[in-house]
Structures are given as structure tokens and as C-alpha cells.
């Protein structure tokens, strides 16, 4: 059984940064891609960022792109999302997730397309 555990959130000024952490149980981390979504209240769970298995490849959200970066760790087990120029509407939960091994990059920004996922952390950006 993977579990995936999120730490980093908290609450933090608009135009502030916060470094979001997901440290992944199971020793096959490092044969997978991840994935970071967001929530917030009332919406639907959307893509943000995501990583493939070597750290190689990165894919973002146009609403993100050029804010967070994505990296991860395999000798730590732990996928990292860096959030700089925070905005309010940035607002909502993080959850990180494992991708499925039959999707590819393309398949990416789908839930659908992740398998294992972590319990959220929140991130409230205030104006």
C-alpha cells in the first residue's frame, strides 16, 4: 500500500512563497510519475504540476506556469512543489498524487490518471 503524506501548507501574504512537500511510502517512488492538484471550496479538483519518473520532464498549469516549480527527490521518496508570487486565488487544498503506469505525459493533468493519492494540505494566500 503507497501512502502519501503533504506537509508546507499554511497561510501566507499574496506575493509570498511556501515550498510544498509530499514524502511517498514504498520503495518503487522512483518508477513513477506524481502529480500536484488543488481544490478549492466549491470547485472542481484541478490540475497544477506534474513530474515524470526521473525528474526529467515537467508539466504545468497555464495558471501556474512561471510561479511554481515541480521537483522531486527519488532518494528522499518525496516530490517537492515550489510556490512563488502567490495570489489569493491560489487558494485551496494540495493534494499530490501517483500517476498510473499506462498514462503518459499527455494524460498528465487528469485525475483519472493517478492512483494512490495524499490527504491535502492547505495553502490560504490572503490580498
Known amino acids: 500500500q503507497v501512502q502519501l503524506v503533504e506537509s508546507g501548507g499554511g497561510l501566507v501574504q499574496a506575493g509570498g512563497s511556501l515550498r510544498l512537500s509530499c514524502a511517498a511510502s514504498?520503495?518503487?517512488?522512483?518508477?513513477?510519475?506524481m502529480g500536484w492538484f488543488r481544490q478549492a471550496p466549491g470547485k472542481e479538483r484541478e490540475f497544477v504540476a506534474a513530474?515524470?519518473?526521473?525528474?526529467?520532464?515537467?508539466y504545468y498549469a497555464d495558471s501556474v506556469k512561471g510561479r511554481f516549480t515541480i521537483s522531486r527527490d527519488n532518494a528522499k521518496n518525496t516530490v517537492y512543489l515550489q510556490m512563488n508570487s502567490l495570489k489569493p486565488e491560489d487558494t485551496a487544498v494540495y493534494y499530490c498524487?501517483?500517476?498510473?503506469?499506462?498514462?503518459?505525459?499527455?494524460?498528465?493533468?487528469?485525475?483519472?490518471?493517478?492512483?494512490?493519492w495524499g490527504q491535502g494540505t492547505q495553502v490560504t494566500v490572503s490580498s
Open positions: 498524487a501517483r500517476g498510473r503506469e499506462k498514462f503518459g505525459p499527455a494524460s498528465r493533468r487528469f485525475v483519472d490518471a493517478y492512483d494512490y
Open positions: 513530474v515524470n519518473w526521473s525528474g526529467g520532464s515537467t
Open positions: 514504498g520503495r518503487t517512488f522512483s518508477s513513477y510519475a
